[in-house]
């Protein structure tokens, strides 16, 4: 099992920036991908940046430029800076934790609000 804490959200104007963070404790494999995701309310949850423990990244179009993510392998803790941010980055976002079989869980989410 692993379990995943996240911190960083709140409420921004536009433009500002924030910084999330998630921990994740317990069976930490050495190998695993960690990542963000947000989901806009009836729709599916959508990746917004992932980082592997090799350091490989991915992000979804919407956000490049605009958020950077990394990661601490020696704490299991993943951030992702946000920039620039717009009205529709309004939403939770989630922090995900994939092991090499596959395994895959989820943090509480944490919700980011900008205003315009």
């Known amino acids: 099992q692993v379990q995943l804490v996240e911190s960083g959200g709140g409420l921004v104007q536009a433009g500002g920036s924030l910084r999330l963070s998630c921990a994740a404790s317990?069976?930490?494999?050495?190998?695993?991908?960690m990542g963000w995701y947000r989901q806009v309310p009836g729709k599916q949850r959508e990746l917004v940046a992932a980082?592997?423990?090799?350091?490989?990244?991915n992000y979804a179009d919407s956000v490049k430029g605009r958020f950077t993510i990394s990661r601490d392998n020696a704490k299991n803790t993943v951030y992702l800076q946000m920039n620039s941010l717009k009205p529709e980055d309004t939403v939770v976002y989630y922090c995900?934790?994939?092991?090499?079989?596959?395994?895959?869980?989820w943090g509480q989410g944490t919700q980011v609000t900008v205003s315009s």
């Open positions: 317990g069976s930490i494999w050495s190998f695993n991908v």
């Open positions: 995900n934790y994939k092991d090499p079989r596959g395994y895959s869980y």
């Open positions: 980082i592997a423990s090799n350091d490989n990244t």
